[in-house]
């Protein structure tokens, strides 16, 4: 008989709590240094155990992304990863294949939610977009008095928040669904390696925002695919590049 279905995998509850904690954490939903609620507020929000919930902190722990702190101002304290330029591009080579699909992909994706925003906006998005903005362009201009690191972290988080609203913005839920999974699965650990905000890092997001505030669906794709595709051509200039030695 031909199997046409396939195997059921059935996760335990630590996992799953890993994934949807991972998730937060790669989105930017909490920022390096912060910390994540108490363990029995956490656990309540999640409904899970809470010895399930120490054992999936323990999964992230070992990767990484918060650590444990004791005393009484301890806690689970978010971490910012750190990796060396080298170790940087040689993660990127491991993931080129990938990282190429995943972009194809969001090149689809987000040319055709940008179209739709274009067409579907409301005031109101048009305030979030625009309020997105001017915080990149405050964190890019150095108006803010985060360490340098911090800064990078937090325009990422509203650099996803952004690709997140013109998705809403389409007023089309399954686009704005795909967008966030996209994101999440797509991470790349830059703030590891850049300790500063590279000044050309807003480019193209206020002209996304006119193009979409003018109502132009054409223009709106053509600046969405451009960004998106010049993201990946970085990437395979880095790789390109080779690890830089010192």
């Known amino acids: 008989m031909n199997q046409v279905l396939d195997p059921v995998q059935a996760n ?34 999640l409904q899970v155990s809470r010895t399930t919930l120490r054992e999936a902190l323990r999964v ?55 179209r739709l925003a274009a067409t579907n906006r409301s005031e109101r998005d048009l305030e979030n977009l625009s309020a997105i903005v001017e915080k990149m362009h405050a964190l890019v201009a150095g108006e803010t008095l985060d360490d340098p690191a911090l800064v990078v972290a937090k325009f990422l988080a509203a650099d996803a928040e952004f690709h997140a609203a013109i998705g809403t913005a389409s007023g089309n839920p399954h686009l ?16 590891a390696v850049f300790s500063k905000m590279d000044p050309k890092a807003n480019e193209g997001h206020a002209e996304l925002l006119k193009a979409i505030r003018d109502q132009k669906p054409d223009l709106a794709a053509t600046i969405m695919y451009n960004h998106v595709n010049g993201t990946l051509a970085a990437i395979r200039e880095l790789v390109a590049s080779g690890p830089q030695k010192g």
């Open 12 to 45: 335990a509850a630590y996992e799953i709590v890993v994934e949807n904690l991972r998730r937060a954490l790669l989105l930017g939903r909490f920022l390096p240094g912060e910390k994540l609620p108490p363990e029995r507020e956490l656990a309540l929000q």
């Open 176 to 191: 704005s669904q795909a967008i966030e999974d996209i994101r999440a699965s797509k991470f790349l650990p830059i703030g």
């Open 60 to 114: 992230l722990e070992g990767e990484g992304l918060i650590q444990s702190k004791r005393g009484a101002t301890g806690g689970i304290v978010v971490q910012s990863p750190h990796m060396s330029h080298h170790e940087f591009v040689e993660f990127l080579s491991r993931r080129m294949h990938d990282l190429k699909q995943l972009y194809e992909y969001r090149s689809i994706i987000e040319t055709a939610t940008a």
